[in-house]
């Protein structure tokens, strides 16, 4: 028989079963599965499948997911620093990957038989990489999961951005002064606040240009320009080329910008953010613009600069009480651009000019359409180690959003570039500060030699830094751990009511700061799922701490409040609302439309008067039988006009008394007055004089009495 027509005989080897070993692990799992210790993990976390293991849970293996490709993600999957492959590429755990790790392990097979003993049973606690491998609303009550729904509406750097712009209505603190500035290029108004910023940052840093380079001497600045190399014996020479000269009304223009801005924050209802300032036209900002970039990256010089420099310095002294970040904008205006559907690093880019920016946005349609191209102001002075830019990790764990509960780790790690830090340089080596970026760079030569060769510090050797350099090793406790706490605080509380609140959840966070020259901590991102790599000497120790500190909390802690918690401390509790009894009432409320109020008459205005009455006295009652009359007008037979009545008050007995006697002639004689004939006149005679007259009816207009005009009395007959 040929070789060709052989057949290889292929011998299958089925693993014994020992009696004793099978029982042992029936009985394992059967009381694994009475207790609720039931659990499944999916990704390379061999510090937590072994921490549960010792605590008597028994694995239930999941089907390895499906895997989505990075276009398919959404922003909320494809963001933060979930870099589940940079974990399985690190550490020694990592190498060999979760189910290879398991294989060294379990040389008896005993894990893999108590997981088939338990596969048809449901899982208490689930732990996976990425919250989207399992769905929340398909989960028992009382099923533990280590990630929230939602989540991503902070561990995003679209989401963050927008989030922490509504912290107003959260806490009076200015989102300003933890936050770097931010924008979305993809929505027309935040566009539109971003190019204002950034020319206003020009102007802004402009006048620190020049109040820093009238402190310089010549060779100062030269170096502050930038107008000198570096040769390879480390000497420096000036660039053999000719200098260029911008005229000093730049200065002016950037004082006047500056100057609306100011005006601009003293009214509270504009809002700043989206006005267009109408002090230079669009040609004049680009012709600035053009000078500003000449002068701050290419080295120009500015003519008469000298004679603004106590102006300028004036001005931003009123600038640093309004603008909390004047410190940290720099002079070189950098902004680093970042996609909001990529993570670890990706596509980030700085960048110092803005037809730049704009022209880098726009030339992906997608990003822009979903507004996941975002703008960041960078911090261009930043605290630095032995010249060298850091960033710092911070954990905190979420067990609960209602109400709110947080605990924060009371240990970080810093995670430094390999290469000196310089603004002139806008390459990533020099400016992100994330493993999975600077593993593909070498340290520089140039770099000192007490940074580590991993990159990475515990806080503990960043103490030590601050106390030998004389910065004082008690600002870390008092200034920067309290600012990372309520920057986290505000930003939790800021997505409350966005994330679903699950009460048999938690999730892991990691927060991303770098300091500021006064040790002021600034938030730059928060990230789920944040690496477990044991890459460095620090993260080693510190990675397989967090993890089982975690589950102190969320076992321990849960069922034991007195229980040790580990690293974790309980940073911030929401107040918890009581749920009001249920008195077998229904809740009802009713409402009626608005309705207009009645309009009501115009008061008519009374007829003018030619001769008005003299203020009206009070009058006393009319005895019981005596009538009074109302004055009224008599018409005279000889001349038919009407008389006015005689300006006299009646007597206290209710009778109105004869007229007043006629002016004596010029002889100086008085004569009797002429006599009075009652029925003509419509005057009551005098007593005794003659028979009583019925007193007159109030006229049938009005029921109003006139103070003015006698014929428009009331039905009192009161004057």
């Known amino acids: ?43 390379p976390y061999p510090v937590v499948r072994a921490d549960l293991r010792a605590r008597g849970w028994v694995e239930r293996r999941l089907t390895p997911p499906f895997q989505k490709a990075p276009s398919e993600r959404g922003d909320e999957e494809g963001e933060g620093d979930e870099d589940g492959e940079e974990d399985r590429a690190e550490g020694p755990e990592g190498r060999l990957g979760a189910e290879e790790a398991d294989r060294e392990e379990e040389v008896d097979g005993m894990y893999n038989l108590m997981s088939r003993l338990v596969r048809n049973e449901t899982a208490s606690l689930l732990w996976t990489m990425r919250r989207d491998t399992i769905d929340c609303k398909s989960l028992r009550k009382d099923q533990m999961t280590n990630h929230y729904a939602n989540s991503g509406t902070f561990t995003t750097k679209v989401g963050l951005c927008v989030n922490l712009q509504n912290l107003l209505w959260f806490d009076t603190a200015d989102p300003d002064s933890f936050f770097p500035r931010c924008y979305r290029l993809g929505a027309q108004d935040e566009k539109q606040a971003f190019i204002e910023d950034f020319r206003r940052t020009a102007c802004s840093s402009l006048l620190q240009y020049v109040v820093e380079s009238s402190c310089l001497d010549a060779g100062d600045r030269q170096e502050h320009t930038g107008d000198t190399e570096t040769l390879k014996g480390g000497k420096r020479q000036c660039r053999r080329q000719a200098r260029r000269f911008v005229d000093a009304g730049m200065i002016d223009s950037a004082l006047h910008v500056c100057q609306e801005f100011l005006n601009s924050l003293e009214h509270g209802d504009i809002d700043v953010t989206v006005e267009t300032f109408t002090s230079l036209t669009g040609e004049q900002w680009t012709e600035f613009l053009r000078d500003y970039y000449l002068v701050v990256h290419g080295g120009a010089r500015i003519q008469g600069a000298v004679e603004f420099v106590e102006r300028c310095r004036r001005m931003l002294s009123r600038l640093h009480e309004v603008c909390p970040q004047l410190d940290t904008d720099g002079l070189h205006n950098v902004w680093i651009v970042k996609p909001g559907a990529m993570s670890r690093g990706r596509g980030i880019m700085c960048m110092n000019r803005l037809e730049d920016i704009l022209t880098l946005v726009h030339s992906d349609s997608t990003l822009i359409k979903d507004s996941k191209w975002v703008v960041q102001k960078y911090l261009e002075r930043p605290l630095l180690v032995y010249g060298t830019k850091f960033d710092i990790r911070q954990w905190f764990l979420v067990t609960d959003w209602n109400p709110l509960t947080i605990w924060f780790y009371n240990e970080c790690y810093l995670r430094f570039s390999t290469q000196p830090y310089s603004i002139s340089s806008l390459d990533s080596s020099v400016h992100l500060c994330n493993n999975s970026i600077q593993k593909h ?279």
């Open 441 to 719: 760079f070498a340290p520089s030569r140039a770099r000192h030699p007490g940074l580590p060769d991993d990159n990475m510090w515990s806080c503990s050797q960043f103490r030590a830094y601050l106390q030998d350099q004389g910065l004082g090793g008690s600002q870390w406790g008092a200034l920067a751990v309290p600012g990372m706490q309520q920057a986290v605080v505000r930003a939790m509380r800021t997505a409350q009511d966005l994330v679903e609140p699950r009460r048999a959840s938690f999730e892991l966070y990691g927060a991303d700061f770098m300091l500021g020259r006064d040790l002021r901590p600034w938030l730059l991102e928060i990230n789920a799922s944040p690496t477990m790599a044991c890459s460095a000497v620090a993260t080693a120790r510190l990675c397989p701490a967090v993890q089982l500190d975690t589950l102190r909390v969320v076992l321990d802690w849960r069922g034991e409040p007195a229980a040790d918690t580990g690293g974790f401390y309980l940073l911030y509790k929401q107040a918890a609302v009581d749920v009001p009894h249920y008195v077998g009432t229904n809740l009802l409320v009713e409402g009626a439309p608005l309705r207009p109020a009645p309009s009501r008459p115009a008061p008519r205005k009374p007829p003018s008067c030619p001769n008005p009455l003299p203020p009206r006295a009070s009058v006393e009652p009319s005895p019981p039988g005596v009538h009074k009359t109302p004055p009224t007008a008599v018409k005279t037979p000889a001349s038919g006009l009407l008389r006015p009545p005689p300006q006299s008050r009646p007597p206290a007995s209710g009778l109105l008394r004869p007229p007043p006697p006629i002016s004596p002639p010029a002889s100086g004689l008085l004569r009797p007055p002429p006599p009075i004939s009652p029925p003509a006149s419509g005057l009551a005679p005098p007593p005794g004089s003659g028979p009583r007259v019925p007193s007159v009816p109030p006229p049938a207009t009005s029921g109003r009495r006139c103070r003015r005009c006698p014929s428009r009395a009331g039905s009192t007959g009161e004057l």
């Open 1 to 43: 028989m040929g070789a060709k027509g052989r057949r290889s005989s292929v011998l299958l080897s089925l693993p014994v079963l020992n009696p004793e070993r099978l029982k042992a692990a029936k009985a394992l799992a059967e009381r694994a599965v009475k207790q609720g210790k039931v659990f499944s993990i999916q990704g």
